[in-house]
Protein backbone atom coordinates (compact mmCIF):
# COMPACT_ATOMS: atom_id res chain seq x y z
CA UNK A 1 0.00 0.00 0.00
CA UNK A 2 1.18 3.35 -0.77
CA UNK A 3 1.77 5.77 2.53
CA UNK A 4 4.10 7.85 3.99
CA UNK A 5 6.15 6.16 6.96
CA UNK A 6 7.91 7.39 9.74
CA UNK A 7 10.20 5.99 12.10
CA UNK A 8 10.84 5.58 15.13
CA UNK A 9 7.77 6.22 16.94
CA UNK A 10 9.04 6.93 19.78
CA UNK A 11 13.03 8.48 20.53
CA UNK A 12 14.92 9.37 23.12
CA UNK A 13 18.09 11.19 23.33
CA UNK A 14 20.59 12.32 25.73
CA UNK A 15 21.37 16.31 25.70
CA UNK A 16 24.51 17.24 23.36
CA UNK A 17 23.46 14.42 21.45
CA UNK A 18 22.37 14.71 17.27
CA UNK A 19 19.33 12.26 16.37
CA UNK A 20 17.94 11.84 12.76
CA UNK A 21 14.27 11.05 12.38
CA UNK A 22 13.69 8.99 9.28
CA UNK A 23 10.47 10.08 6.93
CA UNK A 24 9.70 7.68 3.46
CA UNK A 25 6.51 8.22 1.51
CA UNK A 26 5.86 5.73 -1.74
CA UNK A 27 3.00 8.17 -3.16
CA UNK A 28 5.39 10.06 -5.87
CA UNK A 29 5.12 12.70 -4.27
CA UNK A 30 7.43 15.63 -5.10
CA UNK A 31 6.96 17.88 -1.90
CA UNK A 32 7.83 17.20 1.43
CA UNK A 33 7.32 18.91 5.02
CA UNK A 34 8.91 18.57 7.85
CA UNK A 35 6.69 19.82 11.15
CA UNK A 36 7.29 20.13 14.93
CA UNK A 37 3.99 20.14 17.28
CA UNK A 38 4.20 21.07 21.19
CA UNK A 39 1.47 19.91 23.68
CA UNK A 40 -1.73 21.96 22.93
CA UNK A 41 -0.35 23.80 19.84
CA UNK A 42 -0.75 24.18 15.90
CA UNK A 43 1.80 23.04 13.85
CA UNK A 44 5.37 24.72 12.93
CA UNK A 45 7.12 24.61 9.85
CA UNK A 46 10.85 23.38 9.99
CA UNK A 47 11.66 22.72 6.40
CA UNK A 48 10.68 21.81 3.17
CA UNK A 49 11.30 20.74 0.03
CA UNK A 50 9.74 20.73 -3.72
CA UNK A 51 11.78 18.96 -5.67
CA UNK A 52 14.97 16.25 -5.29
CA UNK A 53 18.36 18.31 -3.95
CA UNK A 54 16.28 21.09 -2.86
CA UNK A 55 14.38 22.29 0.09
CA UNK A 56 14.19 25.56 2.15
CA UNK A 57 14.00 26.53 5.81
CA UNK A 58 10.59 26.97 7.15
CA UNK A 59 9.97 29.55 10.38
CA UNK A 60 11.77 27.48 13.46
CA UNK A 61 14.63 26.29 11.30
CA UNK A 62 17.18 27.14 13.76
CA UNK A 63 19.02 23.63 15.37
CA UNK A 64 17.48 21.34 12.49
CA UNK A 65 19.17 19.76 8.85
CA UNK A 66 17.76 17.99 6.26
CA UNK A 67 18.92 16.46 3.03
CA UNK A 68 16.69 15.27 0.04
CA UNK A 69 18.98 13.20 -1.78
CA UNK A 70 15.96 11.07 -3.50
CA UNK A 71 12.50 11.56 -4.00
CA UNK A 72 11.28 9.37 -1.59
CA UNK A 73 12.98 10.20 1.65
CA UNK A 74 13.37 13.18 3.17
CA UNK A 75 15.22 13.10 6.70
CA UNK A 76 15.82 15.66 9.54
CA UNK A 77 18.19 15.62 12.27
CA UNK A 78 17.79 17.33 15.25
CA UNK A 79 21.53 18.70 16.42
CA UNK A 80 22.54 19.81 19.64
CA UNK A 81 22.34 23.26 19.06
CA UNK A 82 18.21 23.12 19.30
CA UNK A 83 17.76 23.96 22.91
CA UNK A 84 13.69 22.80 23.37
CA UNK A 85 14.08 19.61 21.12
CA UNK A 86 11.00 17.68 23.16
CA UNK A 87 7.86 17.62 21.00
CA UNK A 88 6.26 15.62 18.87
CA UNK A 89 7.64 15.92 14.79
CA UNK A 90 5.48 14.83 11.91
CA UNK A 91 6.24 14.68 8.14
CA UNK A 92 4.48 14.97 5.24
CA UNK A 93 3.81 14.44 1.25
CA UNK A 94 2.31 15.74 -1.24
CA UNK A 95 1.94 16.69 -5.08
CA UNK A 96 3.51 19.40 -6.77
CA UNK A 97 1.08 22.20 -6.29
CA UNK A 98 0.89 23.06 -9.89
CA UNK A 99 -0.03 19.44 -10.87
CA UNK A 100 -3.35 19.07 -9.96
CA UNK A 101 -6.10 20.22 -7.97
CA UNK A 102 -5.84 17.28 -4.93
CA UNK A 103 -2.86 18.30 -3.48
CA UNK A 104 -3.57 17.73 0.40
CA UNK A 105 -0.35 16.89 1.96
CA UNK A 106 -0.43 13.14 3.86
CA UNK A 107 1.17 12.50 7.02
CA UNK A 108 2.99 10.24 8.64
CA UNK A 109 2.32 8.75 11.73
CA UNK A 110 4.93 10.98 13.78
CA UNK A 111 7.71 10.48 15.48
CA UNK A 112 7.80 11.54 19.99
CA UNK A 113 11.23 13.24 20.89
CA UNK A 114 12.31 13.04 24.35
CA UNK A 115 15.54 14.46 25.43
CA UNK A 116 16.56 12.78 28.91
CA UNK B 1 5.15 35.83 5.27
CA UNK B 2 1.74 33.80 5.96
CA UNK B 3 -0.01 34.00 9.12
CA UNK B 4 -2.96 32.41 9.98
CA UNK B 5 -5.54 32.95 12.82
CA UNK B 6 -8.15 30.43 14.49
CA UNK B 7 -10.23 30.54 17.75
CA UNK B 8 -8.20 28.26 20.32
CA UNK B 9 -11.21 26.40 21.47
CA UNK B 10 -14.74 25.96 20.84
CA UNK B 11 -17.94 23.84 22.73
CA UNK B 12 -20.77 22.37 21.44
CA UNK B 13 -23.50 19.48 22.48
CA UNK B 14 -23.91 16.18 20.49
CA UNK B 15 -26.35 17.44 17.82
CA UNK B 16 -25.48 20.69 16.72
CA UNK B 17 -23.55 22.87 14.30
CA UNK B 18 -20.61 24.41 14.93
CA UNK B 19 -18.24 26.90 12.63
CA UNK B 20 -14.63 27.21 12.77
CA UNK B 21 -13.39 30.31 11.61
CA UNK B 22 -10.08 31.27 10.05
CA UNK B 23 -8.33 34.28 8.70
CA UNK B 24 -4.82 34.72 6.48
CA UNK B 25 -2.14 36.45 5.35
CA UNK B 26 0.04 34.88 2.77
CA UNK B 27 2.66 35.72 0.19
CA UNK B 28 0.51 34.28 -3.06
CA UNK B 29 -2.49 31.64 -2.37
CA UNK B 30 -2.50 28.41 -3.61
CA UNK B 31 -5.32 26.86 -1.93
CA UNK B 32 -7.03 26.29 1.83
CA UNK B 33 -6.96 23.24 3.40
CA UNK B 34 -8.46 22.02 6.46
CA UNK B 35 -7.36 18.94 8.90
CA UNK B 36 -9.03 16.94 11.80
CA UNK B 37 -6.24 15.58 14.52
CA UNK B 38 -7.14 13.37 17.74
CA UNK B 39 -4.80 13.98 20.31
CA UNK B 40 -1.65 12.01 19.88
CA UNK B 41 -2.25 11.77 16.18
CA UNK B 42 -1.99 12.92 12.81
CA UNK B 43 -3.74 14.90 11.42
CA UNK B 44 -6.28 13.48 8.58
CA UNK B 45 -7.38 16.01 5.89
CA UNK B 46 -10.76 17.31 5.62
CA UNK B 47 -11.46 19.80 2.78
CA UNK B 48 -9.67 21.62 0.20
CA UNK B 49 -10.52 25.07 -1.08
CA UNK B 50 -8.49 26.96 -3.83
CA UNK B 51 -11.90 29.30 -5.51
CA UNK B 52 -14.44 31.03 -3.57
CA UNK B 53 -17.12 29.35 -2.17
CA UNK B 54 -18.83 26.45 -0.49
CA UNK B 55 -17.78 22.86 -0.86
CA UNK B 56 -19.59 20.28 0.94
CA UNK B 57 -18.70 16.82 1.93
CA UNK B 58 -21.10 14.75 4.10
CA UNK B 59 -21.48 16.94 7.39
CA UNK B 60 -18.40 19.14 7.16
CA UNK B 61 -18.67 21.80 4.71
CA UNK B 62 -15.75 24.63 3.98
CA UNK B 63 -16.01 28.33 3.16
CA UNK B 64 -13.55 30.38 1.08
CA UNK B 65 -13.55 34.07 0.19
CA UNK B 66 -9.92 34.95 -0.91
CA UNK B 67 -11.03 39.05 -1.23
CA UNK B 68 -11.59 38.48 2.40
CA UNK B 69 -8.93 36.05 3.18
CA UNK B 70 -11.47 34.52 5.07
CA UNK B 71 -12.31 30.61 5.59
CA UNK B 72 -14.82 28.61 7.82
CA UNK B 73 -15.28 25.11 8.55
CA UNK B 74 -18.65 23.96 9.58
CA UNK B 75 -19.37 20.81 11.64
CA UNK B 76 -23.36 19.97 11.06
CA UNK B 77 -25.06 17.25 13.46
CA UNK B 78 -21.98 16.94 16.07
CA UNK B 79 -21.21 13.89 17.29
CA UNK B 80 -18.93 12.71 20.10
CA UNK B 81 -15.95 11.20 18.14
CA UNK B 82 -15.80 15.13 16.42
CA UNK B 83 -13.68 16.27 19.37
CA UNK B 84 -10.55 17.02 17.87
CA UNK B 85 -8.76 19.67 16.97
CA UNK B 86 -8.93 21.21 13.71
CA UNK B 87 -6.37 22.63 11.49
CA UNK B 88 -6.58 25.70 9.35
CA UNK B 89 -3.55 25.66 6.31
CA UNK B 90 -2.45 27.71 3.67
CA UNK B 91 -0.26 27.34 0.87
CA UNK B 92 1.35 29.75 -0.69
CA UNK B 93 1.92 30.28 -4.32
CA UNK B 94 4.85 28.85 -6.26
CA UNK B 95 6.49 32.14 -7.03
CA UNK B 96 6.17 34.06 -3.61
CA UNK B 97 6.41 31.11 -0.92
CA UNK B 98 7.67 28.32 -3.16
CA UNK B 99 4.49 26.34 -2.22
CA UNK B 100 4.89 26.61 1.29
CA UNK B 101 2.41 24.92 3.72
CA UNK B 102 1.78 26.74 6.40
CA UNK B 103 -0.53 25.86 9.47
CA UNK B 104 -2.46 28.18 11.83
CA UNK B 105 -2.28 27.06 15.73
CA UNK B 106 -5.83 24.66 15.49
CA UNK B 107 -9.06 25.05 17.31
CA UNK B 108 -10.04 22.22 20.28
CA UNK B 109 -13.39 21.37 19.82
CA UNK B 110 -15.07 19.91 22.64
CA UNK B 111 -18.06 18.04 22.24
CA UNK B 112 -20.82 17.61 24.96
CA UNK B 113 -23.94 15.02 25.60
Known amino acids: DGGITQSPKYLFRKEGQNVTLSCEQNLNHDAMYWYRQDPGQGLRLIYY???????QKGDIAEGYSVSREKKESFPLTVTSAQKNPTAFYLC???????????????FGQGTRLTVV | GQNIDQPTEMTATEGAIVQINCTYQ??????LFWYQQHAGEAPTFLSY????GLEEKGRFSSFLSRSKGYSYLLLKELQMKDSASYLC??????????????FGGGTRVLVKP
Open chain 1, 49 to 55: SQIVNDF
Open chain 2, 49 to 52: NVLD
Open chain 2, 89 to 102: AVRGSLKAAGNKLT
Open chain 2, 26 to 31: TSGFNG
Open chain 1, 92 to 106: ASSVGASVSKNTEAF
